[in-house]
């Protein structure tokens, strides 16, 4: 090394920046030569670039016949400085003049590193002189748990390069510095946080039983073994993390897990709010549910067009409904949660909710009040709860109620029991070897498409169940042989009690509600798609009443034809056909006289529940209820049907919605255009658009700008609630009795990861996002950087 000489002026400047020296030296200050960190490590601090260079260059270190001097320490032995610690550590320098060792790095650029350096006070601050354990303090310095050594190091590498090369400012050095320090702690963050999305994405908890000691494995949770789990799988950054990281510096906390959390649910929700905003105009579709805690919550979903042209339905958060439920506090929720998503309800275009008094109520539903404030925000009950109320009321009659609830009590049955079960599969495999069968369904309230599902699967599995409940009720094993105690009591007597109620009354109207049920399929699946439009799902309705209505019209021949199923399957089964006995009063079932069992049938089921289900779909389903219909006009196929009218209802429509046009002036040319351009293409024979979403991707925004707002319109109408039903059945996953103590801010961070696993999510932003909510003691953005990348 260079070692130059300073100057008793120099050496007298240098020790008076650094103060009284409280050590008594070993030696005289004229023998300090050249520089003697020591006398001089007070005032650094003040040292311009060039004298800090000349310092770090000629700074004195003991040759390798140097004696140290020995001191009595309070083990009563000597103790002294040793050579070999300057070999094993490059940055330990030793003060002759204080007998003490120093870090050369941190007592240069240490203050500049901005942290708190009091437990780095020896070595940095002060000089190491205790020898006892110098060796243990050298290692922990050394060790990387200190943010301000690791800075120091780096920085001084860094200014001895760019002094000799005489290129770069101090302050290039030191911002390129942060930055390869911010560098590192964002890559040690990305582990963090993707481990975090793993779980939300595969509503997998996060934490034990205590998360409080990581180190223990038999308390830790899920997050904290996925972070062992990458370290074993080759994640070196983190590793190096977990084991140079101070104790409360880890970033695996349940405190960081919530910011974590919350901060991508945020990212997630300003992506799909960027998309509302982009398209202006937007509706809303809410439904409430109570979760395992007893608290209702009411699930946000927005429906909009994106930039692609694409009908959007994406679920925005739950939101406690607090104490009250009422009709104006849902209003003021929805209002406010609105707002403070940044949109605004003057841009609402449309609601859906189910038909609940305090959402749809004529005078003080939610619905209600909020289209009394803002008029444009018509409300659609959801058609799919409407078309299952239809079908719930026309299945209260008597006699289709018995047999509703004896399919839910075979469901029960066997499902509430695996040996029940186990046997009933192994019937089936003997009985109906082809069947992909093996369970039955229960005919659920609210699972619309189970309800229907239930009905086929105990049609096909009638024979096979039967004989199942024979061999219970008779004690008989899977050989067939009579066993005493196969069974236990109840089963037997539950099983005799099925055997009775399974009768042909029994399996005629499970024949006959079976398929008029199963008119209703198509319409119930079309109908929760995100793409349908009111005018299409008034189709789907007016399609399922024609079918109905044809069915009326030949009811003898459809009802023969479904008469001679059920005896086909009563025959395989040993029943044969008969009716109830016909009394002179009866109030509890139907009564009407008849010839033969098919006229009672006849009579007393399949045409009162024809006519009960048609007379439920007109009530339910009136024509043209909304304001909005005129606007359909506008979709070529109902505008080549109607040629000379659908102006009119256009101009009409357009009436209503005319501050949301952008060139109202320019209407009619474009109307003139629209019909030319669709009459042509119905003379060359091309395709025709009958849904609004085929519609909107034919047209474009710039040619056809007020044709454009108008399907806008249209398609942000909303048909049904059926993704806010969906989003409860996620907050039923994640919710449950383990975690039933779970906040707000995690719910809705871990709904919207598991709902919107189809949003790219950028780590950096994720980051960038976290570091802006909860600044923390790890650096991770450059603030000194004008193109960093909070910029």
């Known amino acids: 090394m260079l070692r130059l000489r300073c100057t008793s002026r ?46 770090i260059e000629s700074v004195w270190k003991p040759d390798l016949l140097f004696e140290f001097p020995a001191s009595k320490e309070t083990s009563g032995k000597q103790r002294k400085f040793r050579q070999e610690w300057l070999v094993k550590y490059p940055w330990l320098v030793y003060s002759k003049y204080l007998d003490g060792a120093f870090c050369l790095p941190c007592v240069c650029f240490g203050m500049e590193c901005g942290r708190n350096g009091a437990k780095l006070d020896k070595l940095f601050r002060s000089p190491l002189t205790f020898w006892t354990t110098a060796c243990s303090r050298m290692e922990s310095h050394a060790s990387g748990k200190s943010e301000i050594h690791k800075f120091s190091v780096m920085a001084m590498q860094n200014f001895l390069s760019e002094m000799r090369r005489q290129t770069t400012p101090i302050d290039q050095q030191l911002n390129r510095l942060i930055q390869a320090q911010i560098d590192e702690n964002r890559e040690k963050m990305k582990s963090i946080v993707k481990t975090v999305i793993f779980c939300g994405q595969n509503n997998i908890p996060l934490r034990g039983k205590r998360d ?13 073994a996925l972070l062992e789990f990458r370290i074993d799988s080759g994640d070196l950054k983190l590793k190096e993390h977990l084991e140079n990281a101070p104790r409360n510096a880890t970033y695996r906390s349940k405190t960081i897990q919530n910011e974590i959390i919350e901060t991508v649910g945020n990212y997630i929700s300003s992506k799909i709010i960027a998309e509302v905003k982009q398209s202006r105009m937007f509706s809303v579709m809410a439904d409430e549910a109570a979760d395992v ?37 849902i209003k003021e929720l929805i209002i406010n949660t609105v707002r403070d998503l940044g949109l605004t309800m003057d841009n609402c275009r449309g609601q859906s909710y189910d038909g609940a008094g305090n959402m749809a109520g004529r005078y003080v539903g939610a619905s209600t009040l909020i289209q009394n404030q803002f008029p444009k925000a018509i409300y659609v009950h959801c058609m799919n709860h409407r078309l299952n109320l239809c079908v719930a009321d026309t299945c209260s009659l008597s006699m289709v109620q018995n047999m509703m609830g004896t399919v839910r009590k075979l469901s029960e049955f066997f499902s509430n029991s695996p040996k029940r079960q186990h046997h009933l599969v192994d019937k ?47 004690n008989k094993d899977k050989n067939g042989v009579v066993r005493a105690g196969t069974w236990n009591p109840k089963s037997r007597d539950d099983a005799r009690s099925l055997l009775n109620a399974v009768t042909f009354g029994f399996i005629v109207t499970l024949v006959i509600v079976k398929y008029i049920l199963n008119l209703t399929r198509p319409a119930t699946v079309k109908l929760q798609s995100e793409e349908m439009d009111i005018l299409k799902a008034e189709q789907e309705i007016t399609t399922l009443q024609n079918a109905l209505k044809d069915m009326q019209t030949n009811i003898e021949g459809h009802h023969h034809r479904l008469f001679d199923e059920a005896v086909q399957l009563s025959q395989k089964v040993g029943l044969e056909p008969s009716r109830p006995r016909i009394v002179q009063r009866q109030i509890f079932r139907s009564n009407c006289p008849a010839s033969n069992p098919e006229a009672y049938y006849r009579i007393n089921l399949t045409q009162v529940f024809l006519d009960h289900c048609l007379q439920q779909l007109q009530s339910r389903f009136p024509q ?32 209503h919605y005319a501050r949301d046009l952008p060139n109202v002036v320019g209407l009619p040319a474009e109307l003139e255009l629209w019909q030319r351009i669709w009459t042509e293409k119905k003379e060359k024979a091309e395709d025709i658009p009958e849904k609004i979403a085929n519609t909107l991707k034919s047209v474009g925004p710039v040619s056809f700008p007020n044709i454009f707002t108008i399907l806008k319109i249209l398609a942000t109408i909303p048909v049904t609630s059926c993704s806010c039903e969906r989003s409860i059945s996620c907050l039923r996953y994640l919710k449950n009795y383990l975690r039933a103590t779970m906040g707000e801010e995690r719910l809705n961070g871990l709904a919207l990861m598991h709902a919107h696993r189809d949003i790219p999510l950028d780590l950096d932003e994720i980051i960038n996002l976290f570091a802006s909510l909860h600044p923390r003691r790890m650096r991770m953005a450059n603030i000194l950087c004008s193109d960093s990348r909070d910029d």
Not at 15 to 28: H, I, T, W
Not at 295 to 318: A, H, M, P, Q, T
């Open 293 to 329: 805690s007893n608290k209702e919550n009411l699930s946000l979903v927005l429906r909009y067009v994106d930039s692609s042209k694409n009908i959007r339905e994406e679920f925005v958060g739950f939101y406690l409904c607090g104490e009250e439920t009422t009709g104006n506090a």
């Open 10 to 55: 120099e050496l007298v400047n240098m020790a008076s920046l650094s103060g009284q020296v409280e050590r008594q030296p070993v030696c005289r200050k004229e023998d300090c030569s050249p520089f003697d960190i020591g006398t001089v490590y007070k005032g650094i601090a003040s040292f311009s670039d060039a004298e800090k260079f000349r310092f």
């Open 428 to 474: 089936i495999k003997e009985l109906l070897p082809n069947s992909n069968h093996r369970f039955l369904i229960d005919v659920c309230r609210t699972r619309w498409i189970a309800r229907i599902d239930g009905l086929d699967r105990i049609v096909e599995l009638l024979v096979p169940v039967l004989s199942t409940l024979e061999d219970v009720q008779l």
């Open 212 to 224: 409080d000691n990581p180190d223990d494995r038999n308390l830790q949770g899920n997050f904290q």
């Open 624 to 655: 043209g209820a909304y304001v909005c219909f005129k606007g359909f006009s506008v979709i070529p196929s109902v505008l080549l049907k109607t040629p000379s009218t659908w102006k009119a209802q256009i101009q009409e429509f357009c009436h």
